[in-house]
């Protein structure tokens, strides 16, 4: 059983961590600024600097950046949203996390992997595309990845590929790190190709890119793996993310999905273009 609640998880780490952020000021002016273009400043050493919030390399490199920006002062709640979510659909489904071998996309400095531990999986593997978040998540967390790899979804090496299914994932966890020009659709795809059938996935997204005519191509890829029995959908659940630096609420949607069907080449090829 987990020691601590999945909400107090990243506090107590952070607290482990010894950030290095003195202060944290989010401008006051903030119209027409899209997501992720969204900035702040930080203070660091009595130094300011501005720093991008989608600028992960950079935040991930200032250790306690992370945490304080987008869990203490942007009041995100999603890796333990999204796990506990899973945890619950899982239980309903006379099934135990305990069997879970987790591969979490887009795994960051390892957030998500805090909480997929806490609730007592059996392994988890973290893919990332910038070594920063490797680099960070061996430095914060090292003791919550089996194995942490740097690659491309869209393009994976043999080698890489080879690894990763003998890691014989039979969960697949995305937060955070659909869209904006982050996990494209295929990665996305190719990273379900890899998990087990059956399998379990849980991941968000803002709720604009499952909209009938959002351009990012995610609707249309839900859409169509839902349609063609790749997946079965057990709980689609609109929540509060984040707020942004202005202080909005920003929406978006909780799937926990069952994989039920191996994917094919015709569909991964299909995204080749999207
Ligand atoms: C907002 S962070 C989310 C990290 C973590 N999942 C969490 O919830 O705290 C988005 C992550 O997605 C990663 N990412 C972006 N594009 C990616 C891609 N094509 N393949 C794998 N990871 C990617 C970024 O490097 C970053 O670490």
Request: charged share 30%.
């Amino acid at each position: 059983m987990p020691e601590l609640s999945t909400d107090a998880i990243w506090q107590n780490r952070l607290e482990q961590i010894h950030s290095e952020v003195d202060d944290i000021r989010l401008p006051d002016v903030v119209d027409g600024v899209e997501q992720d273009e969204e900035w702040c400043e930080i203070v660091l050493n009595g130094e300011k600097r501005r720093i991008r919030f989608h600028d992960y390399a950079n935040v991930f490199r200032i250790p306690g950046l992370y945490e304080e920006l987008f869990y203490e002062n942007l009041k995100c709640c999603s890796p333990s949203y999204i796990a506990n979510l899973l945890e619950s659909v899982v239980r309903e489904n006379g099934e135990s996390l305990d069997e879970f071998r987790v591969l979490d996309v887009g795994a960051g400095n390892g957030m998500v992997g805090d909480q997929m531990q806490a609730l007592g999986v059996d392994s988890i593997v973290g893919v990332d595309i910038i070594p920063a978040a490797m680099e960070a998540t061996h430095r914060d967390r090292p003791d919550v990845y089996d194995d942490y790899y740097i690659t491309d979804l869209t393009d994976l090496p043999e080698v890489d590929e080879e690894s990763l299914r003998q890691a014989d994932a039979n969960c697949l966890t995305t937060v955070a790190a659909l869209g904006f020009g982050d996990i494209p659709p295929l990665a996305f795809a190719k990273a379900l190709d890899l998990i087990a059938t059956p399998g379990w996935l849980a991941f968000n997204l803002k709720e604009d890119f499952l909209r009938e005519h959002d351009d990012s191509g995610f609707s249309q890829l839900i859409r169509r793996l839902n349609r063609d029995g790749y997946i079965q959908t057990h709980c689609y659940r609109r929540y509060q993310h984040r707020i942004s630096m202005g202080g909005d609420p920003l929406f978006y949607v909780a799937v926990i999905a069952r994989k039920v069907k191996e994917l094919d080449n015709e569909l991964l090829e299909s995204l080749q273009s999207v």
